[in-house]
T-cell receptor, first 114, second 116 residues
Framework: DQQVKQNSPSLSVQEGRISILNCDYT??????FLWYKKYPAEGPTFLIS???IKDKNEDGRFTVFLNKSAKHLSLHIVPSQPGDSAVYFC?????????????WGLGTSLAVNP | DAGITQSPRYKITETGRQVTLMCHQT?????MFWYRQDLGHGLRLIYY???????DKGEVPDGYVVSRSKTENFPLTLESATRSQTSVYFC???????????????FGAGTRLSVL
């Protein structure tokens, strides 16, 4: 049973447009959410995160929105650039127990076309 | 080099052989993790460690052994490799902080293992 779901395996957008990547979760104990970006033949790299006490976090072109009632978060990339083409993973954690484990979605492959 | 490094980057072995994948981090992070990535499964946790000499199973531990005698090293051993263990393996580390800590994990570049 997947606790973190990324229902779109792939997404294609035009350069300069907005990319919206979605993530749903089922465990109400999750209190911290992270987005990672992964290029081929490299490890995932941390992109942006949000605590459950917030509903928005922004870092440059990247904004993450959290809707706790819907158990849904989204990553907005504006404007999208060809270098953003990568696989994006959503991950969640529950700090209770303090084991630092992350629960991962399956990823969404983003292609930004020039 | 600072950061987290995995070796080897690529490995081909035969079924039944023992293989050890190495992971070394220079940050003195308390937590370390081993994942495997397969098509359709995303990242699956194999084992993790909260500190030296403390390890625990993840989601898919069968067929794997880990040890952590030093904080900076977390080797993963496949005792008798099987074809189903063909995968890309990632090591990650995370710092110990308070209850509202950002559980950011930092990843190595991965090891691509093929078991023939």
């Amino acid at each position: 049973d997947q606790q973190v779901k990324q229902n779109s395996p792939s997404l294609s957008v035009q350069e300069g447009r907005i990319s919206i990547l979605n993530c749903d979760y089922t465990n109400s104990m999750f209190d911290y959410f992270l987005w990672y970006k992964k290029y081929p033949a490299e490890g995932p790299t941390f992109l942006i995160s949000i605590s459950s006490i917030k509903d928005k976090n922004e870092d440059g072109r990247f904004t993450v929105f959290l809707n706790k009632s819907a158990k849904h978060l989204s990553l907005h990339i504006v404007p999208s650039q060809p270098g953003d083409s990568a696989v994006y993973f959503c991950a969640a954690s529950a700090n209770a127990g303090n084991n630092r484990k992350l629960i991962w979605g399956l990823g969404t492959s983003l292609a930004v076309n020039p | 080099d600072a950061g987290i490094t995995q070796s080897p980057r690529y490995k081909i072995t035969e079924t039944g052989r023992q293989v050890t994948l190495m992971c070394h981090q220079t940050w003195s992070h308390s937590y370390m993790f081993w994942y495997r990535q397969d098509l359709g499964h995303g990242l699956r946790l194999i084992y993790y460690s909260a500190a030296a000499d403390i390890t625990d199973k993840g989601e898919v531990p069968d067929g794997y052994v880990v040890s952590r005698s030093k904080t900076e090293n977390f080797p993963l051993t496949l005792e008798s490799a099987t074809r189903s263990q063909t995968s890309v393996y990632f090591c990650a580390s995370s710092d110990r902080s308070g209850p509202l800590a950002k559980n950011i994990q930092y990843f190595g570049a991965g090891t691509r293992l093929s078991v023939l």
